[in-house]
């Protein structure tokens, strides 16, 4: 059975760092493209970032760009969301989703499996 099951996340002060992960079991990630997701209270659930397949292509919303990188362990069946910079207005829950496609979306229709969200807090 595919499964995603994200974790990492927390409570952090503005300027501090998390990083969250996502663990892959059931399927071959390496044949996924991955992304990061994530939906405020009264808020629609928006894009963060993508990692494609192989990892060579890479995509960020303009609000974490410079601030978060993704990652990618297939061997390890995981996938990575360095959070630096926080900000209250990364407050959420984040979710990483699944799709078999070469190259990066940033629409959440476009992805097939998604793991529970882990919740991330930024609050002094």
């Known amino acids: 059975q595919l499964q995603l099951v994200e974790s990492g996340g927390g409570l952090v002060q503005p300027g501090r760092s998390l990083r969250l992960s996502c663990a892959a079991s059931?399927?071959?990630?390496?044949?996924?493209?991955i992304g990061w997701f994530r939906q405020a209270p009264g808020k629609e659930r928006e894009g963060v970032s993508c990692i494609s397949m192989s990892g060579g292509s890479t995509n960020y919303a303009d609000s974490v760009k410079g601030r978060f990188t993704i990652s990618r362990d297939n061997a390890k069946r995981a996938v990575y969301l360095q959070m630096n910079s926080l900000k209250p207005e990364d407050t959420a829950v984040y979710y990483c989703a699944a799709v078999v496609r070469p190259r990066c979306s940033g629409s959440a229709a476009e992805y097939d499996y998604w793991g529970q969200g882990t919740q991330v807090t930024v609050s002094s």
């Open positions: 059931g399927f071959t990630l390496a044949y996924y493209t």
